[in-house]
Nanobody, 121 residues
């Protein structure tokens, strides 16, 4: 089992950059594929990016491709989301997830509590 804690969310302006972190507890972090999802007010939780357990493969939602980069440091039990050229439509609560692969919420077994990212225009 793994517990996840996100951090790094804050209020930024359009065009700014921000890096989110997801710290994991447990000794099996390096065996889990990890992902970022986000949920805007009044909308369903949506897939943002996923990274395979080794870090050797990633996949992104079209809406963030070329602007966001997912990465991980298994030695630190931490995953990151580097977000560049932020837009107001990126405003959401960002969640990290573990234990699955793909774009579906139901594919992941473990979730963090979320961190708020707000992008002002």
């Amino acid at each position: 089992q793994v517990q996840l804690v996100e951090s790094g969310g804050k209020l930024v302006q359009a065009g700014d950059s921000l890096r989110l972190s997801c710290a994991a507890s447990g000794r099996s972090f390096s065996s889990y594929n990890m992902a970022w999802f986000r949920q805007a007010p009044g909308k369903e939780r949506e897939f943002v990016a996923v990274i395979i357990w080794s870090g050797g493969r990633t996949s992104y939602a079209d809406s963030v491709k070329g602007r966001f980069t997912i990465s991980r440091e298994n030695a630190k039990n931490t995953m990151y989301l580097q977000m560049n050229s932020l837009k107001p439509e990126d405003t959401a609560v960002y969640y990290c997830a573990a234990g699955g692969w793909g774009t579906g919420v139901n594919e992941y077994a473990y979730w963090g509590q979320g961190t708020q990212v707000t992008v002002s225009s």
